[in-house]
C-alpha cells in the first residue's frame, strides 16, 4: 500500500518538478546531469550497465537501484527502504548500510535538499517501467 501511495503522489507531482539543467551537461542522455551523477555515485558517462560484464562497482542509471537495466517495483522499493533518511548520516558506514547520496535522486532538482524523500520517488515514478 505504501508503494501505491508513494507512485501516485509522484504521479501528482512530477509534471510541475523539471530539472533545472541542460541536455548539454547530460553526456550519457540519462536526463541526470554530469553533476549530480557524479554527487550519487553513478557514471556520468554510460546509460547502462553492460549485461554480458561483470559487475564493476559503478552504477549507471541512477534510477536503476538494483542494476537490473529497467525502471520497476524493485527500485521503488529499495528507495521506500531508505524515505527520509539523511543522505550525509551513516554514509560509508558499513554498519549502518547506507550509501547516502546513492539514494539522493533529485540533487538537480529545486537544488536537492539532502534526503530520501518524495523528490526521488517522482525520478523513479517519471521512469517506470522504462529500460535502458
Excluded at 549530480?36 to 559503478?58: H, K, L, N, V
Excluded at 520497476?72 to 548500510?97: H, I, M, Q
Aim: hydrophobic letters at 40%; charged letters at 25%; proline letters at 5%.
Amino acid at each position: 500500500m505504501r508503494i501505491l501511495m508513494a507512485l501516485a503522489c509522484a504521479g501528482i507531482l512530477f509534471i510541475a518538478h523539471a530539472p533545472v539543467f541542460s541536455q548539454a551537461d547530460d553526456q550519457d542522455g540519462d536526463g541526470f546531469s554530469d553533476a549530480a551523477e557524479i554527487y550519487m555515485g553513478t557514471s556520468p558517462m554510460g546509460r547502462c550497465i553492460p549485461t554480458d560484464q561483470e559487475y564493476d562497482g559503478i552504477d549507471m542509471w541512477p534510477v536503476d537501484l538494483n542494476r537490473d537495466n529497467r525502471v520497476d517495483v524493485s527500485d521503488v522499493t529499495a528507495e521506500l527502504l531508505w524515505y527520509g533518511s539523511d543522505v550525509n548520516k551513516g554514509f560509508d558506514d558499513p554498519a549502518f548500510n547506507f550509501t547516502g547520496p546513492r539514494y539522493d535522486l533529485a540533487p538537480d532538482v529545486m537544488g536537492g535538499d539532502g534526503f530520501v524523500d518524495i523528490q526521488d520517488l517522482i525520478q523513479i515514478a517519471e521512469r517506470f517501467g522504462q529500460t535502458c
